[in-house]
């Protein structure tokens, strides 16, 4: 009886200490967006050019859907729990091209799941996407290396009609991921405006050259 009761008592003991052991539930995954508004169309004269954006290629640093920190004391790290909706050389790309179809600047704007054969190409790699931990705040930082190609041009030099890089560091209200999502949002519109003025001007010192020879 006595070996009957101690090995009920040592059940009770194991499913109590069991119970303590049990590990809480995980927190869900939350999906960011660095979202802005689209520009609204601008008044500058159509160019009759179509433009096809590709999916840029990602430093190895950043290829990952996670969001990827910097912390203060020069550790880096990435949210387990937070994620960007895609990775980020979908993401930009699907926005540049997005900004390049609302301006009404070009007779196509192809993002890069459309098969379009078109004549000018914006390609490149997203070098920096990451949020960084700093004393006074935390930011964002985007880094963009773009290249805007004639893929009509008889010679590979004359392919080329820029190559830039795009760099941005923009605060976070608080310190949060939601926060550093929205000022990548912000990263991203700086960005992108320069990238449309820089596109139209040189297609459009393109076709001018080309209508003069």
Request: charged residues 25%; hydrophobic residues 45%; glycine residues 6%.
């Amino acid at each position: 009886m006595k070996a009957i009761c101690a090995g009920m008592a040592l059940v009770l003991v194991l499913a109590a200490a069991g119970c303590w052991l049990q590990k809480e539930p995980a927190p869900p995954v939350t999906y960011h967006l660095p979202s802005y508004e689209a520009p609204e169309p601008s008044e500058r004269p159509a160019l009759a050019a179509e433009i096809r954006v590709k999916r840029l290629s990602v430093s190895p640093a950043f290829d990952t859907r996670f969001m990827v920190y910097h912390k203060e004391n020069g550790a880096w790290g990435q949210y387990p729990y937070h994620l960007w909706r895609a990775e980020p050389g979908m993401l930009v790309a699907d926005y540049l091209a997005r900004d390049l179809s609302k301006t009404g600047w070009f007779a196509l704007a192809a993002n890069p799941g459309e098969g379009v054969d078109a004549r000018f190409s914006l390609e490149g790699v997203v070098r920096e996407f990451y949020e960084n931990d700093e004393p006074g705040g935390w930011k964002a930082v985007l880094v963009l290396d773009l290249a805007l190609l004639d893929r009509r041009a008889p010679d590979v030099p004359g392919r080329v009609l820029f190559q830039n890089t795009y760099q941005y560091s923009c605060p976070a209200r608080k310190k949060a991921p939601s926060a550093v999502a929205r000022a990548m949002g912000d990263c991203l519109r700086r960005a992108s405006a320069r990238v449309m003025d820089d596109i139209y001007a040189a297609i459009a010192r393109r076709l001018d050259a080309k209508s003069k020879e």
